[in-house]
């Protein structure tokens, strides 16, 4: 499959379009056809070298924010099947199989919920690490304010 490969971190970190196998699928995962990614700040450290906790091995397929179509449901999957339009932020990062700079991109399927149907993929794609930011400063941050405790 296509795919867009870093082959190390810092500065010139150029991406190169390369031939790299398809995930195999695992269970508890999803094989999404990748329709669309973003780019979020944190993809930008990862690209730099500058959040080595998170990174992942090199040579590297990046960005975590995906939307895409379900090609393949791996064993214990039930809540999505095969079409399925899904998005989430799955991938690209230590510990997970590759990001969305590539044809297909192996998610585990917690990671994942259902596109609305009112959204493109693109808007979909847009929306996982920052929709995670808002949820965590309003709920988790503010709550918190509120029970005494600072952060």
């Given at each position: 499959m296509k795919s867009q490969v870093i082959q190390s971190f810092g500065e010139p970190s150029v991406f190169q379009l390369k031939e790299i196998p398809k995930p195999e699928l695992k269970p508890g995962h999803v094989l999404i056809q990748v329709k669309a990614t973003?780019?979020?700040p944190i993809d930008t450290k990862v690209?730099?070298?500058?959040?080595?906790?998170?990174?992942?091995e090199l040579p590297a397929v990046l960005h975590g924010d995906v939307a895409g179509v379900v090609s393949e449901v791996?064993?214990?999957?039930?809540?999505?099947?095969?079409?399925?339009?899904?998005?989430?932020?799955?991938?690209?990062?230590?510990?997970?199989?590759?990001?969305?700079?590539?044809?297909?991109?192996?998610?585990?399927?917690?990671?994942?919920?259902?596109?609305?149907k009112n959204l493109t993929m693109e808007e979909a794609a847009a929306l996982p690490l920052v929709s995670i930011t808002a949820w965590e400063a309003l709920f988790n941050r503010v709550q918190g304010l509120y029970q005494g405790k600072i952060y």
């Open positions: 973003s780019v979020n690209r730099a070298g500058a959040v080595p906790a998170v990174a992942p791996g064993e214990g999957v039930t809540e999505f099947e095969i079409g399925d339009e899904v998005f989430g932020c799955a991938g690209g990062f230590k510990g997970t199989s590759g990001g969305a700079l590539a044809e297909f991109m192996l998610a585990d399927a917690d990671l994942l919920a259902h596109k609305p």
